[in-house]
């Protein structure tokens, strides 16, 4: 939609509503997202929906690198087990890089300079 919240657009339409926590890359041109306990991309427009995760645990909270090459989320094995995982954007290369309880990671731009 556009910034005033005119011009909405459905991408998804599955018939169970559980796409959720979008997030947009850094380009603009794709958006990673939850769908049933995986992590997905898709085109701006909604087309070439992709699932890159794929068991075991539930996978929730997609936030794309600031140079668009990687995708960080959180995997849940149940019992408090939600390490954060990454992953290349394409969903190749997946690997905890955290113990424990994760929560829904975010990442920052670099500074000047760095």
């Known amino acids: 939609m556009h910034e005033n919240g005119t011009g909405q657009t459905q991408l998804t339409f599955d018939a169970a509503i559980h796409d959720e926590l979008p997030d947009?890359?850094?380009?603009?041109?794709?958006?990673?997202?939850?769908?049933?306990?995986?992590?997905?991309?898709m085109n701006a427009g909604g087309s070439g929906q992709t699932?890159?995760?794929?068991?075991?645990g539930s996978d929730f909270g997609?936030?794309?690198?600031?140079?668009?090459?990687?995708?960080?989320?959180?995997?849940?094995?149940?019992?408090?087990?939600?390490?954060?995982?990454?992953?290349s954007a394409d969903g190749t290369g997946q690997h905890a890089i955290t113990s424990g309880t994760g929560f829904v990671p975010a990442w920052q731009p670099l500074g000047v300079g760095q």
Not at 51 to 56: A, F, R, S, V
Not at 70 to 76: K, L, M, N, P, S
């Open 62 to 87: 997609p936030a794309w690198s600031p140079d668009g090459t990687q995708i960080a989320f959180v995997r849940d094995f149940g019992s408090g087990n939600r390490p954060i995982y990454l992953m």
């Open 51 to 56: 699932q890159l995760t794929y068991g075991p």
């Open 24 to 41: 947009w890359s850094p380009d603009g041109t794709k958006i990673a997202y939850q769908d049933a306990g995986r992590i997905w991309v």
